[in-house]
């Protein structure tokens, strides 16, 4: 009196492109939690020995690149059967003020000439990419080489970049007079700068253990909506 959910997740353009990554709750008709999956890199979850009955499934992380899917997906488990559930992603857009067409190098290398791709990254840094991804015409239109930080120069190498990014509220500093440049970036601190150039405000809140009341709940909300980023297997973001 059992049933398999063979669920398969896949690109909404093309169907036989298949998405690793995405977890799903999957919850009983009365609304009380089955368990939760994470598709395989064939973008597949397999939840065998159901019993018979009504349910549905709930993405509540994306696939990189993906925007999230929050409707309820119902199926019906009966004797012996596979359900298939087979359900689509969407690629997360570009926004309005980021270049999508262009292809050039927005991260070069350091003083020695190499890319260290495996040392953490400084807010400058960050700061600096997101700045070279600008529209030409955001950017031309918004350049600023002057700030309110202390600890940000004149001739700081990621001065212009750092000033153009907080006239546009894209980035903002630690305190209200340092940016601290040189300090590695957060993974709330990321997520709050890629969440600052979409407009859209109805993001569900994240679900993850660990960010309810923190300062960027918010911005990491829609950020991993947008597939943007993407929190730990624990269920956890670490926003620190």
Known sequence: STGTLDLIKTDA???????????????????????????????????????????????????????????????????????????????????????????????????????????????????????RL?????????LAKQNAYTDVGDQAWYNTAISTMTKLGIVSGRTTDTFAPNAYITRAEFAAIAARFDSDTSAAAANFTDVKGHWAEKEISKAAAKGWVNGYEDGTFRPE
Do not use: C, W
């Open 13 to 131: 353009t093309d169907k036989n492109t298949y998405l690793p990554g995405a977890k799903y709750e999957i919850y009983d008709s009365n609304g009380k939690l089955v368990g939760t999956y994470m598709t395989d890199e064939k973008g597949q979850i397999k939840v065998p020995g159901l019993a018979n009955g009504k349910y549905y499934a709930v993405e509540t992380i994306p696939p990189k690149g993906y925007l999230q899917d929050g409707t309820k997906h119902e199926f019906t488990i009966s004797n012996g059967k596979v359900t298939t559930l087979v359900l689509t992603g969407t690629r997360t857009g570009v926004p309005d003020m980021l270049n999508g067409e262009d292809h050039y190098a927005y991260i070069i290398g350091r003083d020695d000439g190499l890319v260290h791709p495996d040392a953490p990254i400084t807010r400058a840094e960050v700061t600096t990419i997101f700045f």
């Open 134 to 142: 600008l529209k030409p015409s955001v950017r031309d239109n918004n």
